[in-house]
């Protein structure tokens, strides 16, 4: 299994493990590694640029758990959820629009809590 390590400027990091068997985008993510991003917040959302675009898939979805890793389709952005975004409808996450899941966070997912909008990161295979 392909595990990503997601390391925000000041040394916070989580670990995310990619779905398997890998999607058309996992592999389209994969084949960039590593790259450096920027990290916004949007509500209990971490959202950065990524360096390629994947075009919706079958499973893609708006409802989300805490812990999930997505692919944003609409502007080539990868999505850590961690709580409620402004489109939510209770506590749970939901993104914009659909979205491609691509993975998981192993582990807590409180240190996003501490990220702010500008925080440079790298995303790397671990």
Known sequence: ?????VEFKGGHKVLVALRQPPTQTVKHLATKLPFHSSAHRWGDEVYFEAP????IEPDAR??????????????DAIAIFFGPTPVSKGHKPRAYSPCNIIGRVEGDTSVLKT?????????KKL
């Open 115 to 123: 990220i702010r909008d500008g925080t440079s990161l790298v995303v």
């Open 1 to 5: 299994m392909l595990t990503l390590e």
């Open 52 to 55: 390629f675009h994947s075009d």
């Open 62 to 75: 708006q409802d989300m758990e805490v812990g999930d890793v997505a692919f944003w389709p609409d502007g």
